[in-house]
């Protein structure tokens, strides 16, 4: 599961660090919750909550069924 996971945001890095941010894999609860770091502009942008959920959570649970969320941490 994590690798599929950590996979899933190396397709998705190159957009982020378009704009000079990027994603890091922390980790991936039982519950379903995968939790990553945002880093670089990322990290502090008003617009990241919006990014982590119509982006990159969305992509994931599309992707991996098993992925109920993704949270930053």
């Known amino acids: 599961m994590i690798d599929k996971i950590k996979q899933a945001l190396d397709d998705i890095r190159p957009s ?6 990027d994603i890091e894999f922390v980790n991936y609860r039982e519950d ?6 945002l880093t670089g502009a990322c990290f ?3 617009m ?9 959570e969305k ?4 992707i991996i ?4 969320s993704v949270e930053a941490v």
């Open 65 to 68: 069924p098993e992925v109920t």
């Open 44 to 46: 502090g942008c008003p």
């Open 16 to 21: 982020l660090q378009a704009d000079g941010g």
């Open 32 to 37: 379903g919750v995968v939790e990553v770091r």
């Open 59 to 62: 992509y994931l649970r599309d």
């Open 48 to 56: 990241s909550q919006i990014t982590l959920k119509q982006g990159v």
